[in-house]
């Protein structure tokens, strides 16, 4: 898609280019929240954000821990590599450190699982997984139906499944803790919770090999 897709201002009734939205994004003078954009006039939270990406990336709550651009990337709306140079001309500007490059990291990451995807193919989805385990996974419907409504009676783990029934969200911790705990502690066949969040994910608008090589990531 163009780089000249617009979004709306709510506060201002006025449209702006993606690409002027991403570099705003990364030096902290708009932000995302749950309903929106909003520019500083209001309630931007995210001042120098990616300066302090690494320090905040791991929160759970809250509009600036995260960078928000998922669902961007997801639909092809923006590009990992505009994204990569808005940061480096942010780090010749202003500053370079830990969580500049964790922004970047956490772009190669996602290619990397791409090139899994393009690599395997099909056997991404092979319930054995890459290693070819062989794992008694369960398909315990009453267990699955506990976890995807966050019925588990672990505090943690519920919560996460509800925000993700409610907005379409969940943190990149909770989305570990989640999948770790279908797999290792409720012992399910793994698919059965990759299939929910393709369901459900915002950001799983994205390519699946993504997020699919991320679930067999959590026990392969």
């Not at 961007?72 to 780090?91: D, F, M, N, T």
């Not at 202003?94 to 922004?103: D, E, F, G, I, P």
């Not at 385990?133 to 505090?155: C, H, Q």
Request: net charge positive.
């Amino acid at each position: 898609m163009s780089s000249l897709l617009f979004y709306n201002v709510e506060n201002t009734k006025i449209k702006k280019p993606l690409n002027d939205l991403v570099s705003k994004l990364l030096t902290g003078t708009v932000c995302v929240c749950s309903v929106g954009y909003c520019d500083t006039a209001g309630m931007c939270l995210m001042q120098d954000a990616v300066a302090t990406y690494k320090e905040t990336r791991n929160g759970l709550i809250g509009l600036d821990y995260s960078t928000k651009f998922s669902p961007w990337l997801a639909i092809g709306c923006i590009s990992p590599r505009y994204i990569y140079q808005q940061i480096k001309k942010y780090e010749s500007e202003r500053t370079a450190n830990q969580s500049t490059y964790w922004v970047v990291f956490e772009l190669l990451w996602r290619d990397y699982f791409k090139f899994v995807g393009a690599k395997y193919g099909d056997r991404l989805f092979d319930i054995k997984g890459l290693q070819d385990k062989s794992i008694p996974w369960k398909k315990d419907m009453n267990l699955f139906n506990a976890w995807k409504e966050g019925r588990t009676g672990v505090p943690f783990v519920d919560a996460n499944m509800r925000e993700l029934a409610l907005t379409g969200f969940m943190s990149n911790r909770g989305r570990q803790n989640v999948a770790s705990f279908l797999t290792k502690d409720l012992g399910l066949d793994w698919r059965m919770g990759a299939e929910w969040f393709h369901y459900l994910l915002v950001r799983l608008l994205a390519r699946v090999s993504v997020r699919v090589g991320t679930w067999v990531r959590t026990w392969d």
